[in-house]
């Protein structure tokens, strides 16, 4: 695949993503408010707590109706791991938010990463199809290709990214 086509791609993907996980962000997070809040219903108790199928519906209607990804309608697909708890409680919806939160900043700097590694793969480009080696001295010139071999390098430019990795990897 091209070296920067790939790249673009993946921005693109990205950046549908993003604002998939924004719209359903701020569908959880105006769910929660009246779910959890005396503003719709005055008599909300902790025994009167929304069941699971509130945020399936919510992903539903977001990824799958919204955005057009294949995510499948919870009310006709039956759960394949069938969970133990009934309802939802307020924590649900916050590590909801949270992990909606993660994953746009994630995204969100995997994009910055990958618009780094386009800058530094154009950079090279233009340097190749300028010819500067040609004219250099040989000292010069093989400077000039050691660093371009130091440019090249993919894992030196994603050695930062590893800590987030390590986090994702974790959380998945």
């Given amino acids: 695949m091209n070296p920067i086509a790939a790249p673009v791609l993946f921005m693109t993907a990205c950046q549908s993503l993003k604002s998939a996980g924004g719209k ?8 929660m408010r009246e779910q959890f809040t005396s503003k719709c219903n005055k008599y909300r108790t ?3 707590r929304p069941a699971w199928s509130v945020l399936e519906t919510l992903q539903y209607q977001v990824l799958g109706q919204g955005c057009n990804f294949g995510v499948r309608d919870p009310s006709t697909t039956p759960a394949s791991n069938k969970g133990t708890k009934g309802t939802a409680r307020l924590q649900d919806f916050l590590e909801e938010v949270l992990a909606l939160r993660f ?33 250099m001295d040989p000292v010069a010139a093989q400077l000039a290709e050691l660093k371009q071999k130091q440019m090249e ?3 030196t430019m994603w050695a930062d990214d590893a800590e987030l990795r390590g986090v994702a990897a974790l959380a998945a």
């Fill in 153 to 155: 390098n993919f894992s």
């Fill in 24 to 31: 359903l962000l701020t569908q959880i997070w105006l769910e």
């Fill in 103 to 135: 994953m746009i900043d994630w995204l969100e700097a995997s994009m910055k990463d990958t618009e780094e590694y386009l800058e530094h793969t154009l950079r090279r480009v233009i340097f190749r199809r300028s010819g500067k080696v040609a004219g």
């Fill in 46 to 48: 902790v025994k009167s």
